[in-house]
């Protein structure tokens, strides 16, 4: 993994937990909509990253916001499930020649009709299990489904806003 890129990916990890922590813990639109900026986290890790690391960093970013939001565990166990989900995701929607094994994972660099549905399968797994594991029980399923595809829709629109102010790097 390039050292600039790993750089980069541990500082943005580290802006988007104090983000997380700090601003967005208490912000909900129509309390159905949440913004979960720390998953970008996994997202946004290089591609060529070792799984074994991956699902450490996924630990440790929910587990760190477990600790401020009182969930014990949910968040760690979502981000992990999505971090062993992301190489399915991959060859999920892996283009025809392949990846670059320099590429970026970026708006500028996978375009719009790679990026939105990665970004999109990541946001909405993680959500559907935070929000049906966090309701457990079958009469808020259909309040946890709104939850989860709302709180993605936000997702997907403040991370593809967070990768057009950021394109230019």
């Known amino acids: 993994m390039n050292t600039s890129l790993s750089v980069k990916w541990f500082l943005g990890a580290t802006a988007a ?3 997380q922590v700090l ?3 208490d912000i909900a639109f129509a309390n159905v909509a949440f913004c979960f900026i720390y998953v970008w986290v996994i997202i946004k890790a290089p591609m060529r990253v070792a799984t074994p690391l991956l699902l ?12 401020f939001y009182n969930t014990h565990g949910l968040h760690a166990f979502g981000t992990v499930l999505v971090a062993l989900l992301r190489p399915t995701f991959f060859r ?3 283009p025809a020649n392949g990846y670059d094994e320099r590429s970026e994972i970026s708006l500028s660099e996978m375009k719009w009709l790679w990026f939105f ?10 959500h559907l299990i935070l929000f049906l594991f ?9 309040l946890s489904l709104v939850r989860a595809f709302s709180s ?12 057009f102010f950021n394109r230019d790097q």
């Open 17 to 19: 937990m104090a983000l």
């Open 117 to 126: 549905p990665y970004v999109g399968l990541m946001l909405v797994s993680h």
């Open 23 to 25: 601003f967005l813990r």
């Open 134 to 142: 966090e309701a457990s029980d079958l009469a808020m399923f259909g």
């Open 92 to 94: 999920i929607l892996t």
């Open 56 to 67: 450490v960093v996924a630990f440790f970013s929910g587990w760190i916001i477990d600790v």
């Open 152 to 163: 993605a829709i936000l997702g997907l629109l403040v991370f593809g806003l967070l990768e």
